[in-house]
């Protein structure tokens, strides 16, 4: 989530210039494809004899993990899947043609998450809470039976979540994002990033969040994106692991920094810890190997 931050006050009013495009805002404002392929490959187990080489990110929107796991290594392979296709024609036109040759090693399909099993990975990634679309058990419990059944073995699924005494309120955090570059070098203005939490409802979990943008020069993309969710708790999480088959289920909490009073970028394997007014976790579902 999201850094709070102070909101800041536009600088000059609108240029006539198009709005940037909302995938490349959101890739810029809230994904971290470096930093995850990082946490995966250190938490895969980074002293095995065998390392992974094939990946699916489901739920993938512009596949920006997928691709950015093909790029790392000339043997890496990934699928890509999400059930919109308009998502996925953007990543097949504005994020392939810049991997070069390593687009040939990136499938993406437009389907359910639950129902993609083959070809066999090791490791399914569900990043960004986008699993918390199933509001049900049952649905929960099918997405995980589909993804431990696509899983080679020794192959784990990596889901993350977040919690915490203000992930259960209405609220607003404003974060400021430093100009970056897309996918094939366009640039990305600076902008700031707003994440609206509605809504949560304590007797059935339900959580409907909205990103909006707000440019520089004042103009502002609301809505870009909103969500209609279940937040699911970390036992809730290792209870459903467990029923459809995983043989472990552990959680990852991000590393805290008790002097400076800041997050910090490594995650570590707990059994407990204290709860605090926002935490990210990995969970993860692991099949023997
Ligand atoms: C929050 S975005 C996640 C984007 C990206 N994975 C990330 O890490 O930021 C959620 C995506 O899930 C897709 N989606 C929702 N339900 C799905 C389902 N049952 N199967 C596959 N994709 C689904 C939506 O189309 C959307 O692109």
Request: aromatic share 10%.
């Amino acid at each position: 989530m999201p850094t709070p931050s102070r909101v800041e006050a536009p600088r000059r009013r609108s240029t006539g210039e198009p709005l940037p495009d909302r995938h490349l805002l959101y890739t810029a404002a809230v994904q971290h494809v470096a930093l995850d392929l990082e946490h995966l490959e250190e938490i895969y187990g980074g002293g095995r004899r065998r390392r992974p080489t094939l990946l699916r990110e489901d739920f993938c929107g512009t596949a920006a993990l997928a691709c950015g796991w093909a790029a790392s290594a000339p043997d890496r392979h990934a699928c890509a899947v999400d059930l919109h296709g308009p998502t996925l024609a953007w990543a097949r036109r504005r994020r392939l043609p810049a991997l070069g040759e390593a687009a040939a090693r990136v499938t993406l399909f437009q389907a359910d998450a639950r129902v993609v099993t083959r070809p066999r990975v090791d490791v399914v990634t569900a990043l960004n809470f986008s699993y918390w679309v199933f509001k049900t058990r049952r649905a929960l419990c099918a997405y995980f039976t589909a993804a431990r059944r696509s899983l080679n073995p020794g192959g784990m699924l990596l889901l993350d979540a977040f919690g915490g005494n203000d992930a259960a309120q209405a609220l607003v955090e404003a974060s400021r994002v430093a100009a970056s570059r897309g996918p094939a070098g366009e640039r990305i203005p600076p902008f700031t990033f707003e994440w609206e939490q509605v809504s949560f409802n304590p007797v059935d979990h339900a959580l409907r969040c909205h990103i909006h943008f707000r440019l520089r020069d004042g103009r502002r993309i609301p809505r870009a994106f909103s969500y209609d969710w279940r937040m699911w708790t970390l036992p809730e999480l290792r209870e459903t692991l467990a029923e459809a088959g995983f043989d472990d289920a552990a959680v990852y909490v991000q590393d805290w920094d008790d002097a400076a009073g800041q997050a910090l970028a490594s995650y570590s394997r707990r059994d407990r810890f204290e709860n605090q007014s926002g935490w990210l976790a990995y969970v993860v579902g692991r099949v023997a190997r």
